[in-house]
């Protein structure tokens, strides 16, 4: 850690000359642009910037207003479709759905942050150190992360299904009266696409994590082993504290995959009967299913408020590099 | 462990290999009795129309991937390159703006897509497929363009934060020196800083390619003919259609993934440093 503050100190002090030089810098800049220039560059902005407002922010702000009506997409919202609090009210108590599908977001976050993203990086660990096959190996693990989560969806299938899947003709349960209902079963079928999702999630995490990997001095490595490390210790004490901004990265990039999670639950049995996710309640609630505009939004500005954690911190992080 | 991961995918293109009858005889587990053969590749080739579906796919992706380059590079270069007040403050909407959960704006963005009057200006057809200017409904709801839009617009918000930190790298004076020589601004970042970022924008089109390709979300919800769906979402269908028949099933799901798989294959170098590019620099 010391290492990390001795470094901060010399580039703070090249900062202060560095500004005045902008001050200058942007004064000449700001004579070279025309008129016509000055358009098109707000043009080049403002187009895209619009799209984004309108479509990505416009919404997000929407869903927030109308959490608090019980406007069902019909007819124009007046002053008497504000319920206050209500549908709220009703989430956290009355509907019944709302509690498992937040549990099993968490326990997806969980599963991910403890065993998938770990695996991930052990896997750039070991990958890491030259040895014979790297590349082959790093193709396999990587080869899920291009697939669509529909397909890895029913590449699991074919290994769950209770009778005809792998699993259960491998373990000989496929005739027997125990049949293990993988993904049928709401106490496991979580477990079970979870196990799906690894598949994938593991080698984006690996592949993110050997790129930070890659970008570590070697010399750090080398003073480690002349001081006698060993191969542990020089992880944890020397490759893991440099790493701190990958590390924040892979932890972001877990969480939002954790929030995001849809795609899979949704083919494996539409949400349902123990696959329940904030992000299916959203939309069967709102569009699929019944169109509680006011309710699913409630349910969304609560996916929002958690998403916002890793986002800041993403944005805390990553936005001091782009200053 | 290669082989554990390989296992899933490997099993999937044994059963594909199965005849239906054979399976239903002797179960998954167990030598195949009749051989292998390619009648349910043949079979949900032309039951299930495959190939209609990858062109409805590509319809979406190729004007996507390349829009979605045009606007964030736009926005990058002029975020890099010039110092205004509020660079940061639109690299950040653009930036956090992607890494929303989609469920968190889908019911308003419904309604925008279900209430956006658009200009029925006929149709381009080719063979049985028709392609709508700009939509045969009068709405962005149900509509190719309607797709490719929030492609577009979600996508540029990682493209943008992604190409933004490779053009800082880029030195200022490039554009100053240009400014004086009298290019306007426009050529500039179509003739002096596109090419120069040619590999960054080789990596994010791999990377976008896959994202659009393997998207299901946005098509479930804004389509709804099934003749427009993407080859992910129809894939969802086949199951409903051909339920029992999980051969048929692995034989369409691995066609599906056929293209991304090439391009990996060919791009690795590009698929991988997209990936890496963002958060390494970060």
Redesign the interface.
Known sequence: MANTTTSAAPARTQKAPEAGA?VA??K??YT???R??KI??AL??G???T??????????L??VA?SFTNWQ?IGPITGKNFVGLKNYQFMFTGYTLFWPAFIHNLIWLAWLTLIATPLGMFFAVLLDREMRGTR??Q??????V??????VG??????F?PT???IN??LGT?KSANLIDWLGNPRINLFSILIATS?RHIG?IM??YL??LK?VDPSLREAARVDGATEVQTFFRVVLPVMA??NV?IVV?TA?EA??A??IA??INQGKNGLEL??IL??NN??SEASL?GF??AI?VI??LI?LV??VA??S???R??? | M?AL??F??F??VY?SLRPYGD?VLH???SWPANGLSFINYQNVWTQAEIPYYYINTLVIVIPGVILTLL??S??A???TQ??WKFN?V????????N??????????????YLNTPIANLGSIDIGNFSFAIFSDNNLLYDQYIGII??H???Q??FA??VL??YM?TIT?EIT?SA??DGA???RI?WNVILPLCRPALAAMATLLF?FM?????WA??LLKSSYKRPI??A??NL?GEFLIN?NL??AG??L??IP??V??ILL?KQ??AG??LG????
């Open positions: 902008l810098r942007r000449r800049r070279l642009l025309t016509h220039d098109l560059l080049m902005v187009v895209p910037l799209l984004d407002v309108l479509l990505i922010w416009g919404p997000t929407a869903s109308l997409n082959i190996y193709s396999v693990f990587f080869l899920p291009v697939l669509s989560l529909v397909v029913f590449i699991w299938d074919l290994q299904a005809d899947g792998f003709n491998a496929a598949w984006y592949i993110l790129a930070g970008s901004p990958i990265i990039v939002i929030l995001r849809f795609d949704f083919i904030l992000s959203i939309y709102s569009i505009v699913g939004s969304a996916l929002l998403s890793p986002i993403f944005l992080r990553v936005m590099t782009l200053a | 290669t991961w390989l899933p995918l099993w999937a059963a399976t179960g998954y587990l606007l964030a736009m926005v270069f002029c975020c010039f110092s940061l639109v690299l950040m909407l653009f930036t956090a703006g890494l929303l959960p989609p469920q968190v704006i889908i019911v308003p963005l419904y309604w925008v839009l929030i577009v617009v979600f540029t918000g943008t934060f933004a930190n800082k200022k100053e400014l004086v306007n601004v426009f970042w896959t390709y393997n998207d299901f979300f479930l919800v992910t979402t894939l969802n199951q999980n099933i692995a799901a691995l599906a993934c991304p798989i391009v990996y690795q698929f991988v990936l890496t958060s390494t620099k970060g």
